[in-house]
């Protein structure tokens, strides 16, 4: 009775999806994402976004300094995935007018008192950088190389700097109060509009002085020319941040004519990362473990195709005295292992990440993913892994049912609960931290209620659903029968070992993707965009073929040693490779990050502990539908009375 309804079921699904894509492609694309035409004269607007430090990895608003202010403070609106990452996109006292340079414009002035003075010298001292956007490109400060020709850009700017001046050898705090933007443009030819392709930024700490009283805006400073062709900045004072000193806040603009078309205005933001990467040495790679596993794949199907074909030759010319090897456990190796009901909930769950690692990575490839969707990225691997959660339903009661189960509706609950639960508890745990610091990248309490209105009002359910109609389908038939009494496991090699075998299987998997790795984290913890979305796509294929591989032969080893609890060591044979990632994740730390204070590591190793148990879930599904592919066909290939 139940083959007529699933029809209805997966339309619905199908619809569902449909549903989801055209407002997801929809939803995906920000205001300003579409190319927009400007005019000469019009008027553009800066938009200001957090305050980001490497060494902290906490963002802050850009309002939480004493920052010259607009009339209001208006906040643009912002997806699920900007809230995640801690993006506060404000509007702020710059405004520009298309193709009309200015010159020593005057934002404001403000007094520091002792507070404000120490707050300051904090985000100087932790490098803190300020991001801007104009027309949804982000500010960017070029640096430029002796050994290349193109500049190198740099996220925003730095707050300030701190250093020695005159003779003194105290280090004294200066902050960056001018700034000079350059905006690049690609005039239309045939109309007089242009499109915005280039903003970037070269910071100043300059002393303002200026003449008789203050009069707002209109007041004529000393230190900088506002008629002047090309700016000239007075840097021999720099702008001290102590308790008591005033500090003008002045920028100009200047615009320049750019052979960039808008398509193209993203490379430049695409390649900035110091380390090129080296396509030659990935690739390299990549073909090792390619020839690697082709190598123990064709091995395996020689070495399974030869003990198949005398087991049968044997048992056609009843000449099996005794059997040995794989064939002998015949009888208990499709016996239910033990905590069956936890290891069905790891294999769907595994099933809702694969869904959501595939389909979100062909998002990324079909371009909807891209750096100028700002959070894009994160939504749609959370709208994904929700709606996954049908598969994951599916997958874990269609086990369960296998392992004669009868309370399906036990297991779709721990399906829907138990790993979400755990990642939720310490995802808690960290922005409490967060919010103990006082940083925008805390998560608000609107958005934890819809991340929870996501779980439990459209996740649980299509678990649920899940579980229904995977339980109502037939069971699946074990090729073999099993015997009553369990077979004695005989004493085993050393190299057999379940710990010894599971971390030996972790290291091929980790090896296919642990160069890509490297950028994978450089991208997250020091600001950098990673786009390489269809050479990722290709790494996570390796991963699968390896994961699968490495599995099959490690449980054909197991399985002719007579020890037939292969069921949790294979998922846990592929899944340590995420051991071995949370390794390469501490080691990057200590390498390449420069963090020292105690709550900022407390989250990259929180963080990174979510990642690598995600990890561990992802490979530990992929080895164990393997092994079971596996041992369900070479039992059904030969021969049992």
């Known amino acids: 009775m139940a083959t007529p309804r699933s029809p209805s079921i997966r339309n619905f699904f199908i619809a569902a999806v449909l549903l989801f894509l055209i407002h997801g492609v929809n939803s995906f694309y920000l205001p300003g994402v579409a190319p927009e035409d400007f005019e000469k004269g019009d008027e553009l607007k800066v938009k200001v976004n957090k305050l980001t430090s490497i060494k902290t990895q906490l963002p802050y608003s850009y309002y939480s300094l004493p920052f010259s202010r607009p009339e209001k403070i208006l906040d643009s609106a912002e997806n699920l995935g900007e809230v995640l990452r801690g993006d506060r996109i404000e509007n702020s006292p710059y405004v520009f007018k298309m193709r009309e340079p200015q010159m020593c414009s005057i934002v404001g002035r403000i007094k520091l008192d002792a507070k404000e003075a120490k707050e300051f010298k904090e985000k100087i001292n932790d490098e803190y950088r300020v991001n801007m956007i104009l027309d949804n490109l982000p500010l960017v400060f070029p640096i430029q190389r002796q050994d290349q020709e193109s500049p190198v850009y740099q996220m925003g700017y730095h707050v ?6 005159t003779a003194s050898k105290d280090e004294k705090y200066f902050i960056h109060n001018h700034l000079a933007f350059t905006v690049r443009y690609h005039k239309d030819m045939q109309t007089d509009s242009a499109r915005i392709v280039g903003f970037e930024v070269k910071p100043y700490s300059v002393k303002h002085e200026y003449e008789g009283n ?38 100009d603009v200047e615009f320049q004519e750019s052979e960039v078309k808008w398509a193209s205005r993203w490379d430049a933001y695409l390649l900035m990362s110091d380390d090129q990467i080296h396509w030659f040495s990935i690739v390299n790679s990549l073909m090792i473990v390619l020839f690697l596993s082709g190598m123990v794949a064709m091995i395996m199907l020689r070495t399974l195709y030869r003990d198949i074909s005398k087991y049968n030759e044997l048992e056609t010319l009843e000449e099996a005295q005794e059997e040995t090897g794989w064939k002998l456990v015949h009888g208990d190796v499709f016996r239910p292992p033990k905590n069956s009901d936890l290891l069905c909930v790891y294999v769907g769950t595994g099933v809702q990440f694969l869904g959501m690692v595939v389909v979100t990575m062909m998002f990324a490839i079909l371009g909807f993913l891209s750096p100028s969707n700002r959070g894009g990225l994160m939504t749609a691997m959370l709208l994904l892994w929700v709606f996954m959660g049908l598969f994951a339903g599916f997958a874990s009661a ?15 609950l721990n399906t829907a609960v138990i790993f979400p639960a755990t990642i939720f508890a310490l995802f808690f745990v960290l922005n409490a931290l967060i919010w103990g610091q006082k940083s925008s990248g805390a998560v608000p309490f609107g958005t934890m209620f819809a ?7 459209i996740s649980v359910p299509l678990v649920f659903v899940g579980s229904y109609v995977g339980f109502r389908k037939p069971a699946i038939e074990d090729p073999v029968k099993t015997n009553k009494i369990p077979r004695q496991i005989p ?5 057999m070992h379940p710990a010894f075998s599971v971390l030996i299987g972790g290291i091929l998997p980790f ?25 990722l796509f290709l790494v996570f294929i390796i ?19 007579e020890d037939y609890l292969w069921w949790w060591r294979s998922y846990l044979t592929s899944g340590s490779s995420a051991l071995y990632l949370f390794l390469y994740s501490a080691f990057y730390f200590f390498t390449k990050l420069e963090i020292t204070k105690l709550v900022s590591g407390i989250l990259y190793f929180g963080y990174m502990l979510i990642v690598s148990y995600a990890f561990f879930v992802l490979t530990g599904t992929i080895g164990f539908y393997a092994c079971f592919w596996f041992t369900r066909l070479i039992y059904s290939s030969v021969k049992i009375d």
């Open 491 to 495: 004493e085993q090699a050393w190299y």
């Open 543 to 561: 991963l699968l073929i390896t994961c699968a591989e490495i599995t099959i032969v490690l449980c054909y080893f197991q399985l002719c040693s």
């Open 214 to 251: 203050w009069n707002d805006k209109n007041t004529r400073l000393t230190t900088c020319d506002p008629h002047a062709k090309h700016m000239v900045v007075n840097s021999n004072s720099p702008q001290e941040v102590e308790e008591g000193k005033e500090i003008i806040f002045t920028y």
């Open 398 to 412: 269609r086990l369960y049912k296998m392992f004669k189960g009868t309370e399906w509706k036990k297991i779709a």
């Open 451 to 457: 991340l929870v209105f996501l779980w439990f009002g």
């Open 160 to 165: 300030g700097l701190k250093g020695q001046y």
């Open 511 to 535: 090896g296919a993707v642990f160069i890509e790795l490297f950028f994978i984290l450089t991208s997250i913890w020091l600001n950098q965009f990673y786009y390489i979305f269809g050479f």
